[in-house]
């Protein structure tokens, strides 16, 4: 390759634009699959049949489909959904947003397997701390917030991190549907300066960069976590 190869040949905004879609892609999935995946453990640990049911049911199915499969049902499921809906009530089309989409299915796909994150980590507490928390008279959201959490983070965090990691790298699947990320970009680049291996190099680079940084901020995590630990929050 020759020394305009060795450039971003103007598509430099593109490329910073699809990596900046790519990120909030990321991380609005990742809260969305925190909050289902909390949620979900606490069905599937729950003794009431009507709730422990369903999130096994969730979990299970999640994981035995692929991610693209997933992507394309949820997609193109809700859109279906949303024209019998506005037919019958007489409303104008809506298009469901491709990000909005993205998110969602992301954040659902995902979500069941950070139940299965939370579900381990719960039940790697000692049951006696909980115990201790309710004969010192605390209330259910300070034995949650002072004793559950901070010790299931410690179990849950190495999943987490790994989670988190695919997820970041499943959002290139969401540029099927639609959304400009950094692997749309770096197509779209390729294809215009007839050099898509450079480009789809440049992708990954980023990827490389976006996951480095990430493994640190787990580090961190992990180690405020493992406070106290012996031989873990060095």
């Not at 990742?30 to 729950?46: C, V």
């Given at each position: ?154 179990f849950a965090l190495p999943g987490l991190g790994n989670n988190w990691l695919v997820l970041l790298k499943s959002t290139a699947l969401v540029s099927i549907i639609g959304l400009s990320d950094l692997v749309k970009a770096a197509q779209n680049a390729g294809k215009t300066t007839n050099n898509t291996l450079y480009f789809l190099i440049l992708a990954a680079l980023v990827y490389l960069v976006i996951t480095t940084l990430s493994n640190q901020v ?17």
């Amino acid at each position: 390759m020759g020394l305009q190869a060795l450039s971003l040949q103007g598509f430099g905004p593109l490329l910073a634009q699809g990596t900046w879609m790519t990120l909030k892609l990321a991380m609005l999935s990742l809260l969305l699959s925190l909050a289902l995946g909390l949620l979900g453990a606490t069905g599937k640990l729950s003794k009431v049949r009507v709730l422990r049911v369903p999130a096994t049911m969730y979990t299970t199915l999640i994981r035995s489909v692929p991610d693209l499969v997933l992507i394309l049902l949820i997609f193109y499921s809700l859109q279906l959904w949303l024209n019998d809906l506005t037919e019958l009530m007489g409303w104008d089309y809506l298009e469901i947003d491709p990000f909005n989409a993205g998110v969602m299915t992301l954040g659902f796909i995902y979500g069941a397997y950070f139940t299965e994150n939370f579900r381990g980590a719960i039940l790697s507490v000692p049951a006696g701390q909980l115990e201790a928390a309710t004969a010192y008279g605390l209330s259910k959201a300070q034995r949650f917030r002072l004793v559950l959490f901070p010790q299931l983070m410690r179990f849950a965090l190495p999943g987490l991190g790994n989670n988190w990691l695919v997820l970041l790298k499943s959002t290139a699947l969401v540029s099927i549907i639609g959304l400009s990320d950094l692997v749309k970009a770096a197509q779209n680049a390729g294809k215009t300066t007839n050099n898509t291996l450079y480009f789809l190099i440049l992708a990954a680079l980023v990827y490389l960069v976006i996951t480095t940084l990430s493994n640190q901020v787990f580090k961190r995590l992990e180690r405020r976590y493992n406070i106290g630990i012996k031989g873990l929050a060095r």
